[in-house]
């Protein structure tokens, strides 16, 4: 099963809707799901959008979950200030 997944600027996993409920709620437009997360009108143009949906394929929604609880895990390092990966300011 197809999944649409809305991930913010951040790159973080922010919502994911099935392919029935893109037809339901959204026209089967992935345009109009990403500006419905965006907080932006239908007719909004291009230039106000943050984020991206992405389409990932899934046999059930378990195999999405532990797929969305897995994300994050890759840059904990980063913020944790392993080593020599810490943000600096100048």
């Not at 907080?39 to 929604?61: A, K, M, Q, R």
Request: hydrophobic share 30%; aromatic share 14%; proline share 3%.
């Amino acid at each position: 099963m197809k999944y649409y997944v809305y991930f913010d600027a951040y790159g973080h996993a922010r919502r994911a809707v099935s392919e029935k409920e893109l037809a339901e709620n959204y026209r089967n437009e992935p345009d109009r799901f990403l500006k419905a997360m965006c907080g932006l009108g239908p007719d909004t143009g291009e230039g106000h959008i943050s984020g991206h949906v992405g389409i990932l394929s899934f046999d059930n929604d378990e195999e999405l979950n532990d797929y969305l609880e897995s994300l994050g895990d890759e840059i904990t390092g980063f913020y944790k200030a392993d080593s020599d990966s810490r943000p600096y300011n100048f």
